[in-house]
């Protein structure tokens, strides 16, 4: 049976950028181990022309680098931000201090999936929003 869109964007809790597939497809497996609904895109762009079609209480976790030509994951966080998305995390390896100051980003993260964190955060997200 085939889903609307509006059922998949109602239960969906999380969204991951990241333009490397071996990052998606394990973030794809732990989010389902974890029972947490996720989807993921390899360009910001495919999320950002749908981006209104979702809740602004999902967490969203973008990659730095997106790749050659591609902005970068803070400057997508912030037009997010100006659309109403308020849980936009960096999943990155570069120094979090080099994000300071860029309050339109709640956190940053390494690439790794936050198991330990992330049903929290989604509880959170629903409570403040």
């Known amino acids: ?59 969203i976790f973008l990659d730095q680098e997106l790749g050659d030509g591609m902005p970068k994951g803070d400057e997508i966080a912030k037009h997010l931000h100006e659309d109403g998305f308020e849980n936009i995390y960096i999943a990155t390896y570069h120094n979090p201090h080099s994000f300071e100051g860029k309050n339109w980003i709640k956190g940053v993260i390494n690439k790794k999936f936050p198991l330990s964190q992330i049903n929290e955060w989604i509880s959170l997200a629903k409570k403040h929003n």
């Open 1 to 59: 049976m085939n889903q609307s869109i509006n059922e998949i964007t109602s239960s969906l809790q999380c969204i991951f950028i990241d333009d490397e597939k071996i990052n998606r497809l394990i973030w794809e497996l732990e989010a389902h181990k974890a029972g947490v609904s996720l989807i993921t895109y390899n360009d910001p762009n495919d999320f950002l022309s749908h981006s209104h079609d979702f809740n602004k209480e999902l967490l």
